[in-house]
Nanobody, 118 residues
Framework: QVQLVESGGGFVQAGGSLRLACVASGNMFKLYNMAWYRQPPGKGREKIATINRDGGITYADSAKGRFTISRDNPKNTVYLEMNDLNPADTGLYYC????????????WGPGTQVTVSS
């Protein structure tokens, strides 16, 4: 089973930036369509950015123009560059396979906490 470890979160003021990273185990990473998910306090996970194995990218409306997703297949890593952060971006950030139905995902990494103060 692939293991995922997210990092790069922290506490920032509104308008600040963070770069998240997620490292996957195994040698199949390059075959997966990947996504970043966010779980705000007291709410469920929401998908905010995707990058497929061919490099195609999509963003949730809340991320467009501020976030940039990228991947480095030789390093088994997917990144999320986040700029102009605001308090609504606060939450636990996870990476995982890009799926429509999150119930299909049975294993999550520990996530990385992002806290944005106003």
């Amino acid at each position: 089973q692939v293991q995922l470890v997210e990092s790069g979160g922290g506490f920032v003021q509104a308008g600040g930036s963070l770069r998240l990273a997620c490292v996957a185990s195994g040698n199949m990473f390059k075959l997966y369509n990947m996504a970043w998910y966010r779980q705000p306090p007291g709410k469920g996970r929401e998908k905010i950015a995707t990058i497929n194995r061919d490099g195609g990218i999509t963003y949730a409306d809340s991320a467009k123009g501020r976030f940039t997703i990228s991947r480095d297949n030789p390093k088994n890593t997917v990144y999320l560059e986040m700029n102009d952060l605001n308090p609504a971006d606060t939450g636990l950030y996870y990476c995982n396979a890009d799926v429509t139905d999150l119930s299909r995902i049975t294993s999550w990494g520990p996530g990385t906490q992002v806290t944005v103060s106003s």
